[in-house]
Structures are given as structure tokens and as C-alpha cells.
């Protein structure tokens, strides 16, 4: 058994959810946040049978996709007290996933 931890933007977590249970995976969602946007980001966790893991994956490689975002990066100004928002594009989606062996499960 293997647990998988994945970290997912916001926008794509009940999506996620959805699928994940429509093919038979128990799933537990945990809010999160990311520490360079400070955005929302959702935290999935699922127990996933070994030869089961690849088909979990290719859910999230079929919907977490990467986009690029305009957000403001605040920046002091030159030779003032104070700061002026400027826009930066960014990355923001996909996933970050973890697969970790699971030595015990227990379901009480």
C-alpha cells in the first residue's frame, strides 16, 4: 500500500475529489496554503493499493495542468519609504505529489 500526498491549487480540487472517488478512491481533502503566493492550495490524501498508484497519478497528470498568472510582487521604491505593487507572471496549478510507502494501514 502506498499513501499519496498531493498539493493542488484550489481551482482544481473538488474536480479532483469527483474523479478520484468516481473511481473507487477513498479520499480526505485538507486546506492548505502556499508560502510564495500565499494562496489557497488544497492537501489530498489517499491510501492507494500498489498496483493502483499509476492510475491515480494519471488523474492528476490529466487535470492539474500548469498556467501562467499575472500577480503583484510588492517592491520598495527606488530612494522612498514605501512600496509600489508590481505585476510578475507566474506559474500556478499542477500538482505536487508524493508517494510514500504505508508500512501499516488500520481501518477502525
Do not use: W
Not at 6 to 15: F, S
Not at 24 to 43: A, H, I, P, Q
Amino acid at each position: 500500500m502506498k499513501l499519496v500526498i498531493a498539493i493542488v491549487h484550489d481551482d482544481d480540487a473538488a474536480k479532483l475529489v469527483r474523479l478520484l472517488n468516481q473511481e473507487g478512491f477513498m479520499v480526505t481533502k485538507l486546506v492548505s496554503s502556499g508560502g510564495f503566493l500565499r494562496v489557497g492550495n488544497t492537501t489530498l490524501i489517499s491510501g492507494v493499493e500498489d498496483d493502483k498508484v499509476e492510475e491515480v497519478l494519471d488523474i492528476f497528470r490529466t487535470n492539474c495542468k500548469m498556467k501562467n498568472k499575472m500577480v503583484g510582487d510588492y517592491t520598495p521604491y527606488t530612494n522612498l519609504d514605501g512600496f509600489v505593487r508590481r505585476p510578475i507572471e507566474v506559474k500556478v496549478g499542477g500538482a505536487t505529489v508524493f508517494v510514500v510507502d504505508v508500512e501499516q494501514f488500520i481501518k477502525i
